[in-house]
């Protein structure tokens, strides 16, 4: 059995080990461009005209970053993010924009909770904390109590971080990453694939994990980025060190869906759609990330041609209709040539009809949130740092 390991994990700040935060932490620079590129970022500018005007932004200075949310009901969304002192949680109530913090206790110091998701009466919030090392954290929220549920994770190992979390069939299926060293010395990213059952018991899912997951060539850098649950399964989406990776979860086995041909990259998110799964993240290239969608349906798997090359898939919603959130490069409107990050949302009928409502850059959006309307939670960039944003399409 391979001994756990952190000494090597993060050398800087935990801030490096999560998106931009977690993009880097998966060794996805999102920005790494050649010239070639300058044509597209042109394009790029010219389509931010044709944004749809109904979406407002609302600042939540409570947060430096959110990272994902859940509908509650009532006109109540749970957020959960980052702050200057470690994870950051509380209820959103949209109809006079007020905030309820949550107090987490010492749980996710130093770190961020990145995922949450709720069972009708429960809240579970998964993510990591920091204390010189990168322990995974995991706690349930019910009746304003908070209990710590990380036991569950550190059962297989202390360090890594929880980046998904859904509701199935009467238990709780958790994803994610685990820090470990090999005999050899060299330390590796494993998969977190974990159910736990109403009744307490949990299964080790993993093992069951279709072989695709597993690098072909040798390698055990694999991660879970993302579990989403719908009436035919849990899709699981993630990568390793050569492949995007996508199975679903029927309560019992894996489905095997494993992508022939260009898929080096990143599976960061799934939605179950009538049309199949939409999977989305970016394929790996040695100058740039390409956006990355593929539809499976039954036994077909069809790429989904997007409007923007350069960037990635960050979020996809199914509320029927399509939404999809895009991260991508481009230069600033005053013309200098120092390039930033903005957000694209994309919306459609079908997956080839899917078509740009709202462009910006300075805003990142990293999860879409579905109640009486469309939610995308992430952050703004300012001078003085960045700022928790919540976007609302009208």
Known sequence: MPD?????????????????????????????????????????????????????????????????????????????????????????????????????????????????????????????????????????????????????????????????????????????????????GEGVSLPLAL???????????????????????????????????????????????QNATFTVFDGKSFQNFSIKGYDQGFFFTASFTPYGWLVGGALSFSDHLSTYMIDFSNSSVTNVTLPYHVGLVDSILYNGKIFASLIIPFYPSSGSKTLTNGTVILEGNSPSSLHQVFIKQGVIVYYLIEAKTVIGVGYVENDEGNEGALLIVK
Not at 75 to 99: E, H, P, R, Y
Not at 216 to 231: A, K, R
Request: aromatic share 10%.
């Open 195 to 241: 159910e736990i059952l109403g009744n307490g018991t949990t299964e080790n899912l993993c093992p069951e994990l279709p072989p695709y997951f597993t690098p072909q060539e040798g390698g055990l850098v694999i991660n879970v980025n993302d579990v989403s649950s719908s009436p035919e399964g849990v899709g699981i989406a993630g990568d390793n060190v």
């Open 4 to 184: 756990m390991f952190f000494s090597n994990v993060s050398k800087g700040s935990p801030k490096t080990m999560t998106f931009l935060n977690r993009i880097s932490k998966r060794y996805k620079k999102i920005l790494v461009l050649v010239t070639s590129i300058i044509i597209i970022l042109g394009l790029y500018s010219y389509l931010a005209s044709v944004s749809r005007e109904n979406v407002e932004i609302v600042k939540l200075p409570e947060f430096t970053k959110v990272f994902s949310g859940v509908y509650l009901g009532d006109n109540k969304v749970f957020l959960v993010g980052t702050n200057q002192s470690g994870g950051k949680a509380g209820i959103l109530f949209l109809n006079n924009m007020s905030f309820q913090s949550i107090d987490l206790g010492s749980y996710f110091e130093g770190g961020s909770v990145l995922a949450v998701a709720y069972n009708g009466s429960s809240l579970m919030l998964g993510g990591f904390s920091y204390h010189g090392t990168l322990d995974d954290c995991l706690v349930s929220l019910q009746d304003g109590k908070v209990v710590n549920q990380s036991s569950y994770v550190r059962n297989f190992s202390q360090y890594g971080e929880v980046e998904g979390i859904t509701w199935y069939k009467g238990g709780w299926l958790v994803g994610g990453s685990i820090l470990m060293k090999l005999p050899s």
